[in-house]
């Protein structure tokens, strides 16, 4: 078996998770190849010769993965995957074909965890109570100067008449 370094990662679902993949090479990267074990023949992702290569991508994984950087400068091959989901959750490996090592060499598996967010308000939660506030203060202002317009006026009317 070969050796590869080992990261595990948790994400909240619907994040987008970067899998980090860095090719100590200067020679030219050939394929990128990242997948699952237990996904079979299907892969996550497939690059050769500067191509992204759909023909046997899990379906699972079709729009929702792209690499990083597609000119992989400094030998970086990792990859966003978007909107995660509890089903992403696996070891992710990336393997790497350059002309210097003629070879798909393991470089990492990625054991990625996937967590449900959270329970909570929801993220927009603080601007609509601050938006609600402001309304209600606004609204309150409007009814207390009226109030006391109406009472000017019902005084005034209360005088009587010299």
Known sequence: MEEAEQKFITAESGQNVTLACLVPTTSTIRVVKWSRADR???????????????DDQDPSFKNRVELRDRQMKDGDVSVILKNVTINDAGTYECRVFTEETRTLKLIINITLRVVAPPPGPSRGAP????CGLGVAAVLFV?????????YRKYIQNQKPNR
């Open 40 to 54: 079979g023949n299907q892969y996550v992702l497939l690059y050769q010769d500067g191509l992204f290569v759909p």
């Open 127 to 130: 601007v609509k109570l601050i």
């Open 142 to 150: 409007a009814v207390v100067s009226g109030g006391i317009l109406i």
